[in-house]
């Protein structure tokens, strides 16, 4: 049975910090890209960072850039988000996703259940 399951959320004031962690189970974890997602109250889900297989290669969306880390441990079957700089528009539920592609061009998607983060004073 595939799992995700995200941890770490919260409320925190601007400017503080927050680390999100993914524990995930069911599949062969060091297979498949990694990503966090967040999707705010009225508004679409967006992509806010993506690691590769083998943690050598990341993406961030220009609005977290410099203030967001993502990271990995395939030994543990762990994806981390760290959100440094915290803004109020950063407020959302963020979600972790897994994402395969095959030869044959088949895509496995997997996403957890998501944690709030919620950044007010």
């Known amino acids: 049975q595939v799992q995700l399951v995200e941890s770490g959320g919260g409320l925190v004031q601007p400017g503080g910090s927050l680390r999100l962690s993914c524990a995930a189970s069911g599949f062969t974890f060091s297979n498949y890209g990694m990503s966090w997602y967040r999707q705010a109250a009225g508004k679409e889900r967006e992509l806010v960072a993506s690691?590769?297989?083998?943690?050598?290669?990341?993406n961030y969306a220009g609005s977290v850039k410099g203030r967001f880390i993502i990271s990995r441990d395939n030994a543990k079957k762990m994806v981390y988000l760290q959100m440094n700089s915290l803004k109020p528009e950063d407020t959302a539920v963020y979600y972790c996703?897994?994402?395969?592609?095959?030869?044959?061009?088949?895509?496995?998607?997997?996403w957890g259940q998501g944690t709030q983060v919620t950044v007010s004073s």
């Open positions: 690691i590769s297989t083998t943690g050598g290669s990341t």
């Open positions: 996703n897994a994402r395969r592609r095959s030869v044959d061009g088949s895509q496995y998607d997997y």
